[in-house]
T-cell receptor, first 115, second 111 residues
Framework: GAVVSQHPSWVICKSGTSVKIECRSLDFQATTMFWYRQFPKQSLMLMATSNEGSKATYEQGVEKDKFLINHASLTLSTLTVTSAHPEDSSFYIC???????????FGEGSRLTVL | AQSVTQLGSHVSVSEGALVLLRCNYSSSVPPYLFWYVQYPNQGLQLLLKYTTGATLVKGINGFEAEFKKSETSFHLTKPSAHMSDAAEYFCAAGSGYALNFGKGTSLLVTP
């Protein structure tokens, strides 16, 4: 099956710094990728839809200036958490599909801890 | 938009017993339906999906689910639980790219 890879898997940073998380589709082209946030023992919350070559579409309540998304190529989307604070600590998961309604392939997730 | 309801945030079964995880969706148009499994600190792995065609869908690891339009349900079952089945299970629905996820059901398997 198709593979989606996230990097880094774990990141610890100081409050006020910015952190970039990469999401790559390794063996297929993904015109659309999705970024989710998952709090402990909870479900996935869709943060934004990342479209190659255009601006991301953010879900209501998600700060676009806080969570910068760039989808520069058909195989790479990045999520940058700017000026991170402890409340941004979470598990961030990306996913991608190569066609509408098809299977979503998920990355391994990135655990962010902000001290 | 679809919403997904998973009944029971925690389900406990004995090893070898039947596993039944419930999922209902709300949509005027039957969506695509998925079950995913998540192990601690990992991403999601697809167990099975329903798009069109046969309403009984077989997935990996012995799981299967049946799409019942009249009940707007897509319950996940496995005849005999194994210790390795202990994980978080998510039901999801969508009609395009993005999916709406249920809140998840944590499956505990006891010896």
């Amino acid at each position: 099956g198709a593979v989606v890879s996230q990097h880094p898997s774990w990141v610890i940073c100081k409050s006020g710094t910015s952190v970039k998380i990469e999401c790559r589709s390794l063996d297929f082209q993904a015109t659309t990728m999705f970024w989710y946030r998952q709090f402990p023992k909870q479900s996935l919350m869709l943060m934004a839809t990342s479209n190659e070559g255009s601006k991301a579409t953010y879900e209501q309540g998600v700060e676009k200036d806080k969570f910068l998304i760039n989808h520069a190529s058909l195989t790479l989307s990045t999520l940058t958490v700017t000026s991170a604070h402890p409340e941004d600590s979470s598990f961030y998961i990306c996913s991608a599909s190569y066609r509408a309604g098809g299977e979503l392939f998920f990355g391994e997730g990135s655990r962010l801890t902000v001290l | 938009a679809q919403s997904v309801t998973q009944l029971g945030s925690h389900v406990s079964v004995s090893e070898g017993a039947l596993v039944l995880l419930r999922c209902n969706y709300s949509s005027s148009v039957p969506p695509y339906l998925f079950w995913y499994v998540q192990y601690p600190n990992q991403g999601l792995q697809l167990l099975l999906k329903y798009t069109t065609g046969a309403t009984l869908v077989k997935g990996i690891n012995g799981f299967e689910a049946e799409f019942k339009k009249s009940e707007t349900s897509f319950h996940l079952t496995k005849p005999s639980a194994h210790m390795s089945d202990a994980a978080e299970y998510f039901c999801a629905a969508g009609s395009g790219y993005a999916l709406n996820f249920g809140k998840g059901t944590s499956l505990l398997v006891t010896p």
